[in-house]
């Protein structure tokens, strides 16, 4: 069946970093345009990164345009979410999401920015 798996994620001080993976199963991955989303406390879920099947095009959310980076490796089956001087606002739990079928999410990696 379709699977998303996340990780990476973890405790970082205001302006670390982190790299998020999410590999995908079960369905034909080069074939699907990929997205992050996050979710804070008492906060709907929010789009942060978008990137085509093939890579060749990526989109981001104002709040995270040129600190975030979203890449994929087809070979791998892998999307990743570099992420680059965090601020506390970037504290959520980040999911990647797949169109495939009728939709499917990964379970969520916690991503704390806190000094």
């Known amino acids: 069946q379709v699977q998303l798996v996340e990780s990476g994620g973890g405790l970082v001080q205001p302006g670390g970093s982190l790299r998020l993976s999410c590999v995908a199963s079960?369905?034909?991955?080069?074939?699907?345009?990929m997205r992050w989303y996050r979710q804070a406390p008492g906060k709907e879920r929010e789009s942060v990164a978008y990137i085509t099947s093939t890579g060749g095009l990526t989109t981001y959310a104002d709040s995270v345009k040129g600190r975030f980076t979203i890449s994929r490796d087809n070979a791998k089956n892998t999307v990743y979410l570099q992420m680059n001087s965090l601020k506390p606002e970037d504290t959520a739990v980040y999911y990647c999401y797949s169109g495939v079928g009728r939709g499917a999410w990964g379970q969520g990696t916690q991503v704390t920015v806190s000094s």
């Open positions: 079960g369905f034909t991955f080069s074939s699907y345009a």
